[in-house]
């Protein structure tokens, strides 16, 4: 579908200048988010900087400084920077330490992602028999397409999101509300995660938890971080930005040809997405991703690749605000509802699961936001536990966005089958 010709001109036409604009908005918010001055720390502790990274393009967007909706840097964010983060948060992944962690964290991890899996669904179908209007829709504006890319964010990331964006095609609008529930629903559940750390040993009394193998994992992963570190040298980083681009433009040349038979072929597999370009193009840098995990690549983490990947995946954020209608949640607040049901059914699975394997908090805080939060949030709730334990956070996470773009349009489709009309 062509994009729609504004009835006015933007005050910004410059592409570059556009660029240099979002880049900006980054760096203010990075930097004002460091700041120690308490009236900022309250500020972002009820706004977290990655909404304001959404915020404040979409901000400048409804205000015509900049045209978001016709601009080629939202092509570009999606079809260069989000294939290349994934590259680089994958590459990291250790799947022998992921099942040296299966019986306990690794265990609770994957709890939380069936329970996105079928909270979602749940969340939907329950919603409809009270007010159907809330998760109907046609077309771009069916509920399930913008639900589906909360499903990506929550089994994954940001990353994972945008991902499910391009394939399931929800309107603007649609994708602009559910943002806005992704953020503020998430982080209220991080909030009260991160407020349990600080209670974790009244927690882990009452449950009667043992923290006998957590006590194991802090010392193994104390020593793995202390031996792998160092200080990225250029050669590192020119290593990482080839390997991210090379596999982008790789991934992309096997896609196209696919894309092409599917069409041909299998036109019906259309609903499925399975004749999208860009679902081949997320599979195919996942996969050259977790092939690279498989070679000497995977030391380039040591180095950083995580942050660089987290660099550019902010970077896409900002492309993806710039489209943002700000005031879209406004037309179907009970999206809010949806969320809130979603993330208890995948809070209470947890709980039970935890409570037969007598698990400790942190099994709990880390298997949930491995998979809501992803790399970043997963990191902090980690460290509110102990600085040994972030390790346990990012390999959880890591493999969060390998299977988080697949998991979610998995959601997709059964929310799909559910949803009224």
Same mark, same amino acid.
């Given at each position: 579908?062509?994009?729609?010709?504004?009835?006015?001109?933007?005050?910004?036409?410059?592409?570059?200048?556009?660029?240099?604009?979002?880049?900006?908005?980054?760096?203010?918010?990075?930097?004002?988010?460091?700041?120690?001055?308490?009236?900022?720390?309250?500020?972002?502790?009820?706004?977290?900087?990655?909404?304001?990274?959404?915020?404040?393009?979409?901000?400048?967007?409804?205000?015509?400084?900049?045209?978001?909706?016709?601009?080629?840097?939202?092509?570009?964010?999606?079809?260069?920077?989000?294939?290349?983060?994934?590259?680089?948060?994958?590459?990291?992944?250790?799947?022998?330490?992921?099942?040296?962690?299966?019986?306990?964290?690794?265990?609770?991890?994957?709890?939380?992602?069936?329970?996105?899996?079928?909270?979602?669904?749940?969340?939907?179908?329950?919603?409809?028999?009270?007010?159907?209007?809330?998760?109907?829709?046609?077309?771009?504006?069916?509920?399930?397409?913008?639900?589906?890319?909360?499903?990506?964010?929550?089994?994954?990331?940001?990353?994972?999101?945008?991902?499910?964006?391009?394939?399931?095609?929800?309107?603007?609008?649609?994708?602009?509300?559910?943002?806005?529930?992704?953020?503020?629903?998430?982080?209220?559940?991080?909030?009260?995660?991160?407020?349990?750390?600080?209670?974790?040993?009244?927690?882990?009394?009452?449950?009667?938890?043992?923290?006998?193998?957590?006590?194991?994992?802090?010392?193994?992963?104390?020593?793995?971080?202390?031996?792998?570190?160092?200080?990225?040298?250029?050669?590192?980083?020119?290593?990482?930005?080839?390997?991210?681009?090379?596999?982008?433009?790789?991934?992309?040349?096997?896609?196209?040809?696919?894309?092409?038979?599917?069409?041909?072929?299998?036109?019906?597999?259309?609903?499925?997405?399975?004749?999208?370009?860009?679902?081949?193009?997320?599979?195919?840098?996942?996969?050259?991703?977790?092939?690279?995990?498989?070679?000497?690549?995977?030391?380039?983490?040591?180095?950083?690749?995580?942050?660089?990947?987290?660099?550019?995946?902010?970077?896409?954020?900002?492309?993806?605000?710039?489209?943002?209608?700000?005031?879209?949640?406004?037309?179907?607040?009970?999206?809010?509802?949806?969320?809130?049901?979603?993330?208890?059914?995948? @809070?209470?699975?947890?709980?039970? %699961?935890?409570?037969?394997?007598?698990?400790?908090? *942190?099994? $709990? !805080? =880390? /298997?949930?936001? &491995?998979?809501?939060?992803?790399?970043?949030?997963?990191?902090?709730?980690?460290? @509110?536990?102990?600085?040994?334990? %972030?390790?346990?956070?990012?390999?959880?996470?890591? *493999?969060? $966005? !390998? =299977? /988080?773009?697949? &998991?979610?349009?998995?959601?997709?489709?059964?929310?799909?089958?559910?949803?009224?009309?």
């Amino acid at each position: 579908m062509q994009n729609a010709i504004r009835e006015v001109t933007p005050l910004l036409e410059d592409n570059a200048a556009v660029l240099g604009i979002l880049m900006i908005v980054l760096g203010l918010v990075f930097y004002t988010a460091s700041l120690k001055n308490k009236y900022v720390v309250k500020f972002y502790s009820v706004i977290p900087p990655l909404l304001l990274c959404y915020f404040v393009p979409g901000l400048l967007n409804s205000a015509n400084i900049i045209d978001g909706e016709n601009s080629p840097l939202t092509s570009i964010g999606s079809r260069f920077f989000l294939p290349a983060c994934l590259i680089l948060f994958t590459l990291s992944l250790n799947l022998k330490e992921m099942w040296n962690l299966r019986k306990g964290v690794g265990l609770m991890f994957f709890t939380g992602t069936i329970g996105i899996i079928i909270g979602g669904p749940l969340a939907v179908w329950m919603t409809s028999l009270v007010a159907p209007s809330v998760v109907g829709g046609a077309g771009p504006d069916e509920v399930w397409r913008g639900l589906g890319t909360l499903a990506g964010s929550w089994i994954g990331g940001s990353a994972n999101q945008a991902a499910l964006r391009e394939i399931l095609q929800p309107s603007q609008e649609l994708f602009s509300a559910t943002i806005t529930v992704d953020v503020f629903v998430a982080y209220i559940w991080m909030a009260f995660l991160l407020y349990g750390a600080s209670k974790q040993q009244r927690f882990n009394a009452y449950f009667k938890a043992d923290t006998a193998e957590l006590e194991t994992l802090t010392k193994r992963m104390d020593q793995q971080q202390k031996a792998n570190i160092r200080i990225p040298e250029t050669k590192d980083l020119v290593f990482m930005l080839s390997l991210a681009l090379g596999g982008t433009g790789l991934a992309s040349l096997f896609a196209n040809p696919i894309t092409s038979y599917m069409e041909i072929h299998f036109p019906e597999l259309e609903k499925f997405s399975l004749t999208n370009s860009f679902f081949w193009l997320i599979l195919f840098a996942t996969l050259i991703g977790i092939i690279l995990s498989f070679t000497p690549a995977r030391k380039l983490e040591s180095a950083g690749a995580s942050k660089i990947a987290t660099v550019i995946l902010y970077m896409l954020i900002v492309t993806i605000g710039m489209q943002m209608d700000i005031t879209a949640i406004l037309e179907n607040p009970g999206l809010f509802i949806v969320g809130i049901i979603w993330i208890s059914i995948h @809070a209470l699975l947890l709980l039970w %699961v935890g409570k037969l394997m007598k698990a400790p908090f *942190f099994y $709990y !805080a =880390i /298997g949930s936001m &491995a998979n809501v939060g992803g790399v970043a949030s997963a990191t902090v709730t980690s460290a @509110a536990f102990h600085p040994s334990l %972030v390790s346990v956070g990012v390999i959880l996470s890591v *493999f969060s $966005y !390998a =299977i /988080g773009t697949y &998991a979610g349009w998995l959601t997709a489709i059964l929310m799909q089958l559910v949803s009224p009309g």
